[in-house]
């Protein structure tokens, strides 16, 4: 009965150090959305590196390892989902970050907006973070939405506040807009389920994890999101009333720093604004 149990203690070990590696082993992984409509014009191209969850407290991605990562990579925009991190002591190891996505040369900038993480700083703290972020080149979103030109063709860049902590408003963040691609950016994916009357032609969000714990099943992630983890919207590409959205499995890690049937994940979007030109079209007629 011994020999049983020191077996089972070093089984659990063994799994215990096997999860503590996969939060090393992150994910360049590339969604193309440019040739769905492949029977229409396809415009311009916009490629999106998404970055969420980092969760700097337990992230075990250096900002090296991320640089070499992307290094090569065309990058017109990087869109950073929320969660940053939990603690003050914290908001200086962003900074390193940061400059790598400065590094990369975005044409069109770095966006941000934040998750229900950052929201537990107190607000001193939170101002910190938020002028940590602007100081090095970030355009942060609470509800707001600004638009860029490319090659010719509007794209509106939105960026809803954390549906989690209750401070998300449609109203603010689509106000004023006028045609053109809409791009949504956001932490908590659970706010397409309140979207019906919201145009947006692609929306990025975290939150999840990808499970971060994926083994035998997510249960824990019920109090996030009881519908999308029914519907089995976790991470990944998604269509809720035909409208697409991504959920990223972050890059850092919350609770125990380990992870279990997901991986931390850097994301290439590319998207084709051919939306956009249609709209300009049908305006013409």
Known sequence: MKFFFILVFLGFLLLFYRAYKNTHRFALNKVNLSNIDSDQ???PLLNILQ?????????SVSPEQLYNKLAGEKIDLVALTGDFLDKKRSIPKLIPYLNVFKRLNPRYGIYAVFGNHDYKLKQKDFDFLRNTLELHGCKTFQNENETIIVEGKPVHIIGID???S???NLQSSFSGLKDGYHLVLTHDPNI??????WYFDYLLSGHFHGGQIYWPKPYHLAKLGRKMIRMNMIKGLHY???KPFYISEGLGQTGINIRLGSCPEITL???SLNKVQDKE???AI
Do not use: F
């Not at 397409?192 to 009357?197: A, G, H, R, Y």
């Open 192 to 197: 397409v389920l309140n979207m019906k009357d």
């Open 240 to 242: 809720y009333e035909d």
């Open 41 to 43: 014009p396809q415009g």
């Open 281 to 283: 079209i049908q305006a």
């Open 51 to 59: 970055i969420s969850d980092m969760h700097l407290e337990k992230i």
């Open 166 to 168: 209750k401070r998300s």
């Open 162 to 164: 954390d549906l989690h």
């Open 269 to 271: 979007h590319q998207l």
